[in-house]
């Protein structure tokens, strides 16, 4: 579409109101969005701005000339979203947001915000991001657009991702719709996902309740959510213990690959939420455990609980001096090493009786090569 079909479409229109002019100029964009004529877009977004600043050379109110700013800022933050330009949309996202006065429809403020929201979540801000939503997700019940329950689930995806520990739908704009068909399944995420779940959590994906897979977004940001419920209830997992095999966490985390786990770790490590590291060669974790006795950092073992943990029956050993048995009474951390140094006592005592009785028989040779 060239400058000269926008020319004749202009020429076309009979008014003289340059209100008039600028609704026409907003249809006129519309079409262009639908048909992909970025372009254009850009000519009749610099049009619009234009028309904008003459509203207030022939006596538009400021309130009209604000409005119109939002309505023209609404359609830039829809351009420069699809282009995936998020230098561009975060500055004009950031100018819609401090223009006074006007009074522009909810559903306008909706869509700013809603693509305000994707934006800070294409930056991993998700704290942000679920503030934006929210906004959003009001501003489209206020214009009763069923777009508020789409917004809705972002708003709850958001919250989940910056592991907020609070629920969305314990806010009274979300709670009339925690039971909605729509929603019911991300109620039952959220829940999940707050009780550390994590089986149930994967299992709701899985099986694409409530469709929320279909949902393109949403797909976008299932790996991060999984791994932000595996951190979160990794962390949990690991914070009695000072050693604990991968393949136990492996386990705790519904089955993922040891790989998965050593990744989740090392980014603990990075981000200070872990002091220690991986021994790749036993597969465990060994955490520092004078850090966790300064307490120092943010470490995940802040408490005094903190044990051993191994796969063999003598693995459990805790801070505070005692050492489960397999019956379920405690021993001293010193008791419990005496009955170690009792068991290799008397390993070494029979090993010494095997051999003498192995020279004495005259296979004696045998016997010490098997001790070696």
């Known amino acids: 579409m060239s400058d000269h079909c926008l020319d004749s479409y202009l020429i076309m229109i009979d008014i003289d109101s340059y209100l008039h002019i600028f609704s026409s100029h907003l249809f006129f964009y519309r079409l262009l969005y639908e048909i992909h004529e970025t372009q254009q877009l850009q000519n009749v977004i610099q049009d619009l701005l234009k028309s904008s600043d003459d509203d207030g050379s022939h006596g538009a109110s400021e309130s009209a000339r604000s409005t119109n700013l939002m309505e023209i800022y609404a359609l830039q933050i829809q351009l420069y979203s699809r282009l995936k330009d998020n230098k561009q949309l975060r500055r004009i996202f950031h100018t819609a947001m401090h223009v006074q006065g006007?009074?522009?429809?909810?559903?306008?403020?909706?869509?700013?915000?809603e693509l305000g929201g994707k934006m800070h979540m294409a930056s991993r801000e998700f704290e942000v991001a679920s503030k934006t939503f929210f906004h959003a997700f009001k501003s489209y019940d206020d214009a009763g657009d069923p777009a508020r329950l789409r917004c809705l689930?972002?708003?709850?995806?958001a919250s989940m991702?910056?592991?907020?520990?609070?629920?969305?739908?314990?806010?009274?704009?979300?709670?009339?719709?925690?039971?909605d068909p729509e929603i019911v399944a991300m109620t039952k995420l959220v829940q999940a996902f707050h009780n550390n779940e994590i089986r149930t959590f994967e299992r709701i994906l899985q099986r694409n309740e409530g469709r929320i897979m279909d949902d393109e977004f949403v797909r976008e940001h299932i790996e991060d959510l999984l791994r932000t419920i595996r951190t979160q209830v990794l962390r949990q997992v690991i914070r009695p213990y000072t050693r604990i095999s991968l393949n136990k966490i492996a386990r705790e985390l519904n089955?993922?690959?040891?790989?998965?786990?050593?990744?989740?770790?090392?980014?603990?490590?990075?981000?200070?939420?872990?002091?220690?590291?991986?021994d790749q060669i036993e597969g465990v974790l060994v955490k520092d455990v004078e850090r966790v006795r300064e307490?120092?950092?943010?470490?995940?073992?802040?408490d005094n609980q903190v044990h051993v943990i191994g796969s063999g029956a003598d693995d459990l050993i805790s801070m505070d001096g005692n050492v489960p048995s397999r019956s379920g009474q405690g021993f001293t951390k010193e008791e419990y090493f005496?009955?170690?140094?009792?068991?290799?006592?008397?390993?070494?005592?029979?090993?010494?009786?095997?051999?003498?009785?192995?020279?004495?028989?005259?296979?004696?040779?045998?016997?010490?090569?098997q001790i070696l």
């Open 102 to 113: 006007g009074v522009p429809h909810p559903r306008t403020i909706a869509l700013i915000q």
């Open 295 to 302: 307490g120092g950092g943010n470490d995940t073992a802040g």
């Open 153 to 157: 689930k972002y708003l709850v995806m």
């Open 161 to 179: 991702l910056h592991a907020s520990s609070i629920n969305p739908f314990d806010s009274q704009e979300a709670r009339p719709y925690r039971d």
């Open 338 to 369: 005496q009955l170690q140094n009792c068991d290799a006592i008397d390993k070494l005592t029979q090993t010494l009786e095997d051999l003498a009785m192995g020279i004495t028989s005259g296979s004696g040779k045998n016997i010490f090569q």
């Open 255 to 278: 089955d993922i690959p040891v790989a998965d786990v050593e990744s989740l770790l090392v980014d603990m490590v990075l981000d200070g939420k872990l002091h220690g590291k991986i």
